[in-house]
């Protein structure tokens, strides 16, 4: 039994169908031609890969240098900002002493000044002085 379906109809002859034949004509010689253009080596394609993963590389390279190199920057500009910051501390100090009243009393007791008894206004219109010691003179 065959699996193949039952053909109706007429029966078909497979042979080949044999023809008048004319003279047998001399056929030409064949032969092998070379490939017009040879297959695509996959160097290039392998050389753009590396070259890709070289540059990505170089990349990462320079990007982690340059953080070096900013985080080398802010501890120097750190160390700086807080030697600053102490003297400015310093100076402030310095300048709340002179500018004490003990220390500018004493300063002005060296440099020969007396203390005042009141408070002495001039009246610039008539050059009179108004108030304290001295007054109306």
């Known amino acids: 039994m065959s699996v193949a379906p039952a053909r109706i109809g007429t029966a078909r002859s497979y042979a080949p169908r044999r023809t008048a034949v004319a003279a ?60 600053l910051e102490e003297q400015r501390e310093t100076l402030a100090t310095d300048l709340e002493n002179t500018t004490s009243p003990a220390q500018v009393t004493l300063r002005a007791q060296q440099l020969g000044l007396v203390p005042s008894d009141g408070v002495t206004y001039v009246r610039l219109s008539d050059h009179t002085l108004i108030g304290g010691q001295g007054a109306g003179k």
């Open 24 to 83: 047998p004509s001399p056929r030409a010689r064949l032969r092998i031609v070379p490939n017009a253009a040879p297959d695509a080596t996959r160097a290039p394609f392998f050389a753009l890969c590396a070259a890709i993963l070289v540059a990505a590389l170089l990349g990462a390279l320079a990007l982690n240098t340059s953080m070096a190199a900013t985080s080398y920057t802010l501890r120097d500009r750190a160390s700086t900002l807080a030697s």
